[in-house]
């Protein structure tokens, strides 16, 4: 047991302030344990979300030291003895009241996303699919929907440009949809023009914050961003489908050289090759 | 004085209370009936507990090993539950598993695949056959997921970080919900024909838990004070394997899964202690030794299953009896060992958050070292009792599913039977809600008193000067029912507790949260404190009435199941002076077809010997 310091920020959408705590803290304990500890002895209506305490939910997000991260998730022992915890609510959204902060903008875009449209089951009333095939799509089905992702975004946060881009988080929500094998839907038109797969310019903060560690930018944004240069800038794709009306799902140069294997680590090569093809697509 | 009309109205046809695995299965089935349908969730959509679920959900599909079908499944539920299951209710079930597990896939849902491109299904606790389809260990998150991906587009009103605090009536049946927004902490009152509870269980009464803080048994206590009874409530499932080191994370659930990919229980002697506890009922279908045990991991089919493998509440017990003999390891707990069983790239590929949650919160690698683990609260087998068919409480009006909802799993729950009930259930209810809307004559409404009365017992709790700290209160709940009602239970400690409990309600009386009503986690908590309150007295009160041990109900002070006892439920209701009544209430026989199979050996089962005739 000993005494750490915590700067807990404390107020609602009209303002508010950094708050001092002086807090027992137990060996093992997270960050998440020891705001609980303030809420039963020092501050019984410090607000804040959680639910799993085990990174599970994606609920306890917030800015510790200026990083966002899972309270749930941080163990006090990353910390030096010495030094004081910052707790803050996530600077992208609205704050409601102290580490809680208005997330339903996130809700909203879900909603625009067209559903899942399967193709119909085979005749045995089963659908088959490969587990090589669906790797990939499990590894966007992780997410916690935490939005740390959405907080750390440069244009949802310092641009703000909330209306013009939809986020990683639902970059790889599309993502999960395009690559779904089952999927029968075309949403490349709305990816480029109302998703706005354009505005990320790929610093892979998002993947860099995802407590899941999915590929964000790598194995999602940039193999969309390509389907989108495929359609739309490829001019003999624009000649084909203007002269034949061919308009089929292309697979793209980073998937193909992936060859449908699994993990982060796999798209490395491939995307920093898809980079430029779409970085092109970011400036026109 | 309070103006009815000021608070905010909200109408629908259903309203179902919690956003997890069943409630947004039974939201999806009333919208599909074209009923009106509000869902009110205490958290932000897709934070249910419902996520936290891992291991799988039980199907008897066979597409792992053939032999599987709906009568085993059932037969493993009955034997599981050691018999105390509605048969109707675990007959529905095993039938009806396998294609609301093929209508996820059809929502959106990816799960883990067999080499022919089907959907995989893994080995777990109590099931004969593989059966539960998973993805990783991460099933839960994937339910939830499609669930709410799909339910978002079919004119669902979902009612965030909303809480319900009390169902309203006209006369018999049911009217409305009284709640409030977290968000602001104002009241909205939601006028309805039908109400679906699909609320979960009251596991944070215990300090040892592996439910989060959603867990206190609203439903559970709403159906109770609004007259509905409860069943089976004694018997709450200790989970074998929860996280035991460190102390802020004990409690939180390692997957059966790891025992079902061939993790081994072993105590500080390095001994392989399951096999000293294989219980009569189930010798027969369980490895004897070592050796066979270790031939069954490497696929051979006419090898008997591990021991680890057996019911939950079988392993809780042998768990807590090797800690009790000083057999336990450092920290009070066990040792689960995959590491030394499996290549550490299959543990990261099929129990990747166990992987994760390990290195992240206990710095162990798990490919390398075993866990320490011990038994954690994690389910309420008990509930509201409900008719099998329609899911329809004793309240007109008034339906449950789910874990809140009593019947399915008896006195035991197999692992992976949960998830499968949550869709099984939710959709039954959905349907039984709509047949009730449409027999309805005229809309119930609820009366401006009932209204202000519910106010005013919520808002004193901020008002009042000073009082009991509802979080200090907490504390001592969790310190009276894990004293008294643990995994082991005799008289004297449950008449000690139902005393405590009694002056926990007194002090209840005058809690007290500090601050404003928005956003409020103080007032929040004792509100919640209300609920907690009757669900752990009922819990209490029922374990005390039922004189054997079954399933996970154990009485120290009488040993062993009794034929007599399994002929009873015991019911608890609210007496007509407001006193909890317990009632020992017999319970209604199987057809004998289906006491047939449960009751039957496997070998005769497979050979048609018995249960041929039903379909």
Not at chain 1, 17 to 33: A, I, N, R, T
Not at chain 1, 49 to 67: F, Q, V, Y
């Amino acid at each position: 047991m000993a005494k750490r310091s915590f700067k807990v920020w404390r107020g609602d959408a009209k303002g508010g302030e950094f708050k001092q705590f002086e807090v027992e803290v137990d060996s093992g304990m997270v960050v998440l344990d020891v705001l609980h500890r303030i809420q039963a002895h020092d501050a019984n209506d410090l607000a804040l979300r959680w639910n799993c305490k085990a990174g599970k939910c994606g609920s306890c997000s917030m800015e510790i030291n200026g990083k966002p991260r899972l309270a749930c998730m941080t163990r006090m022992n990353v910390f030096t003895d010495e030094e004081t915890i910052t707790c803050q609510p996530l600077k992208t959204f609205p704050v409601i009241k102290d580490l809680v902060t208005d997330v339903s903008w996130n809700y909203k875009q879900n909603k625009r996303i067209r559903p899942f449209k399967p193709r119909p089951r085979e005749a045995d009333g089963t659908h088959r699919m490969y587990q090589e095939d669906v790797d990939r799509v499990q590894e966007f089905r992780k997410c916690i929907e935490c939005f740390l992702c959405q907080d750390v975004c440069h244009v949802l946060r310092d641009r703000d440009s909330k209306d013009a881009f939809v986020g990683p988080r639902f970059m790889i929500r599309l993502a999960t949809l395009e690559m779904h094998p089952l999927d029968t839907d075309d949403r490349i038109p709305e990816i480029r023009k109302e998703y706005g797969s354009g505005l990320c310019n790929i610093t892979r903060c998002c993947t860099e914050v995802c407590p899941e560690h999915i590929g964000i930018t790598d194995n999602g944004i940039i193999p969309l961003k390509e389907r989108v240069v495929d359609r739309f800038y490829d001019p003999i794709a624009i000649i084909g489908r203007k002269l034949f009306g061919i308009r089929r799902r292309t697979k793209t140069l980073a998937e193909e050289g992936a060859g449908g294997s699994s993990g982060s680590g796999s798209g490395g090569g491939a995307g920093s090759a898809a980079g430029g093809k779409a970085k092109e697509e970011g400036e026109t | 004085m309070l103006d009815v009309s000021e608070i905010q109205t909200i109408d629908h046809d259903v309203v179902v209370i919690g956003a997890g695995g069943a409630g947004l299965r039974a939201a999806i089935e009333c919208s599909a009936h074209g009923l009106s349908t509000g869902v009110l969730s205490k958290s932000l959509l897709g934070k249910a507990h419902t996520v936290m679920a891992e291991g799988g959900m039980a199907a008897a599909m066979g597409n792992v090993d053939p032999r599987d079908n709906w009568k085993v499944h059932f037969r493993d539920t009955m034997r599981g539950g050691k018999f105390l299951n509605v048969w109707r209710m675990a007959e529905l079930h095993a039938k009806q598993a396998p294609d609301r597990v093929r209508e996820l896939e059809e929502w959106g849902a990816v799960f883990d695949r067999t080499k022919e491109g089907l959907i995989s299904q893994r080995n777990f606790g109590g099931h004969r056959y593989p059966r539960l389809a998973h993805v990783g260990d991460r099933t839960g998150l994937e339910l939830i997921r499609s669930l709410q991906d799909h339910g978002i587009h079919r004119g669902i009103s979902f009612h965030m970080e909303c809480t319900a605090l009390e169902l309203l009536k006209d006369g018999d049946r049911i009217a409305g919900v009284l709640a409030y927004w977290r968000e602001t902490g104002r009241f909205v009152v939601l006028r309805t024909k039908a109400v679906i509870l699909a609320t979960g269980g009251g596991g944070k009464a215990w300090p040892v838990t592996s439910n989060s803080w959603e867990y206190t048994g609203d439903g559970i206590a709403m159906a109770y004070e609004a007259g509905a009874e409860l069943m089976d409530l004694e018997f709450t499932q200790f989970h074998p394997t929860g996280m035991v080191w460190p102390l802020s994370v004990r409690g939180i659930l390692v997957t059966e899964g790891v025992r079902g990919d061939g993790g081994i229980l072993k105590n500080n002697k390095g001994e392989r202690f399951m096999f000293n506890y294989i219980s009569e009922r189930f010798a027969p279908e369980t490895a004897a030794t070592v050796e066979e045990a270790n031939r069954w991991l490497e696929g051979d089919k006419s090898a008997r299953r591990p021991p680890e493998l057996l019911t939950r509440d079988e392993v809780a017990r042998a768990i807590t009896a090797e800690v009790k003999a000083g057999r336990g390891s450092p920290h009070g707990g066990v040792f689960l060992d995959i590491a030394s069983r499996r290549p550490a790239e299959f543990i990261r590929r099929k129990l990747p958050s166990m992987y994760h949650q390990f290195k992240e919160l206990a710095e162990v690698d798990i490919t390398k070292e075993p866990m320490e683990v011990g038994p954690t609260l994690h389910y309420f087998m008990g509930g509201v009792r409900v008719d099998a068919d329609t899911q329809e409480s004793t309240v007109p009006g008034l339906f449950a599913c789910g874990e809140c909802a009593a019947g399915l799993h008896g006195a035991n729950r197999l692992g992976g039977n949960s998830l499968s009930d949550l869709i099984v259930f939710g959709k039954l209810a959905g349907d039984g809600a709509k047949q009730y809307v449409s027999g309805l004559a005229a809309t119930p409404r609820p009366t401006d008193d009932q209204i202000k009365a519910g106010i005013r017992r919520a808002t004193e709790i901020l008002n009042r000067d000073s009082g009991t700290n509802p979080y200090l209160l907490h504390g001592k709940l969790e310190d009276t029912m894990s004293r008294g009602v643990g995994i082991v239970r005799q008289k004297d400690e449950l008449e000690k507790a139902v005393a405590e409990l009694e002056a926990l309600k007194v002090d209840a009386q005058t809690m007290k949260a500090p601050g404003a009503s928005q956003y409020n986690p103080g007032w929040h908590e004792a509100l919640s404190m209300r609920s907690l309150l009757v669900t752990s007295e009922a819990v209490t009160r029922a374990a005390l009435t039922r004189e054997e041990s079954r399933g996970a109900h154990t009485r120290l002070d009488f040993p062993g199941e009794s034929a007599e006892w399994v002929k009873y439920n015991v019911i608890v209701k609210r007496g007509a002076s407001g006193e909890m009544v317990v009632e020992k209430r017999p319970k209604p026989e199987g057809p004998p077809q289906l006491v047939a199979i449960a009751h039957a050996k496997i070998e005769d089962l497979e050979a048609g010997k018995v249960g041929a005739d039903v379909t």
